[in-house]
């Protein structure tokens, strides 16, 4: 069973940074894609910033120029650095990744999951 751990939420004033961790675990034997989704309060999950394997990047326009992800693939872990937050950055911010681990079986399955979730409060 794989399984994502986040950390490093927290308040934060405006202007200020963070800094997210999130590490994956459970017999993992390769990550595709790593990334970072958020929800604000009455809005949908939408997606931050994500990484591949080969270390492509893609981000959210709003957060463009402000937030860096970046990958350990020795660590199956993802970093989002988060840099002049604005208070429209609040939101509980959520890992995920795919990829495929070994089964209590000893199979090769495929996984998609996701974080529980680390909570971003920026005040102005």
């Known amino acids: 069973q794989v399984q994502l751990v986040e950390s490093g939420g927290g308040l934060v004033q405006a202007g200020g940074s963070l800094r997210l961790s999130c590490a994956a675990s459970?017999?993992?034997?390769?990550?595709?894609?790593m990334g970072w989704h958020r929800q604000a309060p009455g809005k949908q999950r939408e997606l931050v910033a994500a990484i591949t394997t080969g270390g492509s990047t893609t981000y959210a326009d709003s957060v463009k120029g402000r937030f860096t992800i970046s990958r350990d693939a020795a660590k199956n872990t993802v970093y989002l650095q988060m840099n002049s937050l604005k208070p429209e950055d609040t939101a509980v911010y959520y890992c995920n990744a795919d990829g495929s681990y070994r089964s209590s079986s000893g199979y090769r399955r495929a996984f998609d999951q996701w974080g529980q979730g680390t909570q971003v409060t920026v005040s102005s």
């Open positions: 459970g017999g993992i034997f390769n990550i595709n894609v």
